[in-house]
T-cell receptor, first 111, second 114 residues
Framework: DGGITQSPKYLFRKEGQNVTLSCEQN?????MYWYRQDPGQGLRLIYY???????QKGDIAEGYSVSREKKESFPLTVTSAQKNPTAFYLC??????????FGPGTRLTVT | SQQGEEDPQALSIQEGENATMNCSYK?????LQWYRQNSGRGLVHLIL?????REKHSGRLRVTLDTSKKSSSLLITASRAADTASYFC??????????????FGQGTILTVHP
């Protein structure tokens, strides 16, 4: 099956700890994206990558970091510098028609 | 700033009725897309309309785009309880620092009662 996988589905961390969210795709898409969604809100772009070994900050990149060493993988690290990390995190990839394909999301809770 | 603004924020209808959601945006775009999100899940792409198109259909979905008014609407005809979800518009603008980015609205929560 082609698609995007995110793991884990639920993640719990203590304040002050860094945590890495996984995103893998087998759609052969060049572009990948990380979004954050808060309750009752739309999606806000954290980071995106148009191609391997390249990525750009989105609208709310502070406190987050990414890497893009492989086409299939785009992990997101939520650092201790992120003031309000509790949220629903969505990863997506894009095909050449501009349509984005989303993973099932990871719900991160930091206490 | 948020590119897409959606209206209404919430819509409650009976099965069989039509549902209309509106989206307004602020700058020129290359295309506008509509996505659906079931509670706690990822988004699913519904339909894309290019800036040179005025109307597009896909099954029970009808999307219109008015670039002069910078607005779009999504019509779901003969709604079903399974259509209950949040619906988001997203605008794509090529070029410049925003190349490759989609900007999402805050969404409309649609509830269809059986």
């Amino acid at each position: 099956d082609g698609g995007i996988t995110q793991s884990p589905k639920y993640l719990f961390r203590k304040e002050g700890q860094n945590v890495t969210l996984s995103c893998e795709q087998n759609l052969n898409h060049d572009a990948m994206y990380w979004y954050r969604q808060d309750p009752g809100q739309g999606l806000r772009l954290i980071y995106y990558s148009q191609i391997v070994n390249d990525f750009q900050k989105g609208d709310i990149a502070e406190g987050y970091s990414v890497s893009r060493e492989k086409k299939e993988s785009f992990p997101l690290t939520v650092t201790s510098a992120q003031k309000n990390p509790t949220a629903f995190y969505l990863c997506a990839s894009r095909d050449r028609s501009y349509e984005q394909y989303f993973g099932p999301g990871t719900r991160l809770t930091v206490t | 700033s948020q590119q897409g603004e959606e209206d209404p924020q919430a819509l409650s209808i009976q099965e069989g009725e039509n549902a209309t959601m509106n989206c307004s945006y602020k700058t020129s775009i290359n295309n506008l897309q509509w996505y659906r999100q079931n509670s706690g899940r990822g988004l699913v792409h519904l339909i894309l309309i290019r800036s040179n198109e005025r109307e597009k259909h896909s099954g029970r979905l009808r999307v219109t785009l008015d670039t002069s008014k910078k607005s779009s609407s999504l019509l779901i005809t003969a709604s079903r309880a399974a259509d209950t979800a949040s619906y988001f518009c997203a605008t794509f603008r090529a070029g410049g620092t925003s190349y490759g980015k989609l900007t999402f609205g805050q969404g409309t929560i649609l509830t269809v009662h059986p």
